[in-house]
């Protein structure tokens, strides 16, 4: 049996539970950071890799400043540098309300959430479901408007799969989609989503860091593509925005996909210095698992398992993408 309780974890767990089940939890919690990482350092790289190219001066400057900083600080330093800011921050009695029910404090990051239990869960497959059904729609519409001509339209299939079908399943269920408030009670917050300072403090790290490198791949497989193809778009009048959207990224991204991809990998990786803040990853738990049992190549032989596996993970569906969107010769 564990005997070591798990203050941050995504799945129910006690100091009872077996190993194998707190191993479980660390493996949870290395995915929380990675996926949501991951998401967040390729939606901020992107905008900071678009605006070193950015006509406006202070904007590009901004944006090379802060490339050329996180990449040449260390990322054991910057997790370290955030993780002492989140302790430096006031009391749960004097967190800061940037916006109303967002509280910041020592405490971590609360938020207001929406309880998800199995009602909600089924809703929320259905809505999956419903992406991918019209995903094989909209691919089989493309398809027949390229044999004949004739175009046709995708959005009453949207909307029926994707808005309707999953409101038609909550409303037949009796789902209630009822936000949790947080309050403040005593010394304490109750209710909402409450992010632990060493978690924010690891995701924080993670993301800017990564971003940072993201940046630059964004910015070469921008200036990747031939400057001919900018030239007929503005000749057409386009939007910088519609032509970056449309023209430019869709043709960069052959460029950008392969080394994203070790950004990835990366990122996941280093979601491992969480041992450092005393975040309970897979790390954390397994040296915990080691030291109680004293089983060291398996606590070692798990955590190399887990890392290969979601890099391996990670790398197939990356490899996947980037053939999908490869330049077929004819």
């Given at each position: ?19 194998l089940?707190a ?17 967040l ?10 605006s ?8 590009s ?6 490339v ?11 997790l ?11 009391a ?40 991918a059904?019209?995903?094989?729609i ?6 027949q408007q ?12 949207a909307?029926?799969l ?19 408030w ?20 690891l ?10 490198f ?23 009048g386009?939007?910088?925005?519609f032509?970056?959207?449309q023209?430019i ?7 950008i996909?392969?080394?994203m ?10 979601s ?32 190399m ?6 890099s391996?993970?990670i ?9 999908r969107?490869?330049l077929?010769?004819?």
């Open positions: 049996m564990a005997a070591r309780p798990v203050a941050d974890s995504l799945l129910a767990y006690n100091p009872r539970d077996s190993y089940w191993f479980v939890v660390g493996v949870a919690n290395t995915l929380r950071v990675a996926v949501i990482g991951i998401v350092a390729t939606i901020l790289g992107t905008l900071i890799g678009i070193r190219l950015s006509a406006n001066w202070l904007l400057r901004f944006a090379a400043v802060y050329e900083l996180l990449r040449d600080i260390p990322l054991l330093l910057q370290l540098f955030w993780y002492v800011l989140m302790q430096a921050l006031p749960a009695r004097a967190a800061w309300r940037p916006i109303e029910g967002v509280f910041l404090s020592n405490r971590g990051l609360i938020l207001p959430a929406v309880p998800i239990e199995s009602p909600q869960l089924w809703v929320l497959a259905i809505a999956v479901l419903g992406v059904v019209f995903y094989l909209q691919r089989w519409l493309v398809a390229m044999r004949d001509g004739k175009p046709r339209p995708a959005w009453p299939f909307l029926g994707i808005v309707m079908l999953p409101v038609l399943v909550s409303w037949l269920l009796g789902v209630s989609w009822t936000i949790e947080p309050e403040l009670r005593g010394f304490n917050f109750i209710g909402g989503l409450t992010l632990s300072p060493e978690y924010f403090a995701l924080i790290a993670l993301v800017t860091y990564t971003s940072a993201i940046a630059e791949i964004v910015r070469s497989g921008v200036q990747s593509v031939p400057r001919g193809q900018w030239d007929a778009a503005n000749a057409l386009l939007r910088r925005s032509m970056l959207r023209i990224l869709p043709q960069a991204l052959r460029v996909v392969p080394p991809t070790s950004q990835y990998l990366n990122l996941t990786k280093n491992s210095l969480a041992v450092a803040i005393g975040y309970q990853d897979v790390v954390s738990v397994a040296n915990t698992t080691l030291n109680q049992t004293g089983q060291a190549i398996e606590a070692i032989a798990l955590i398992a887990v890392f290969l596996t979601i391996l993970g790398s197939f569906f990356m490899n996947w993408y980037n053939a969107i490869a077929v010769e004819r």
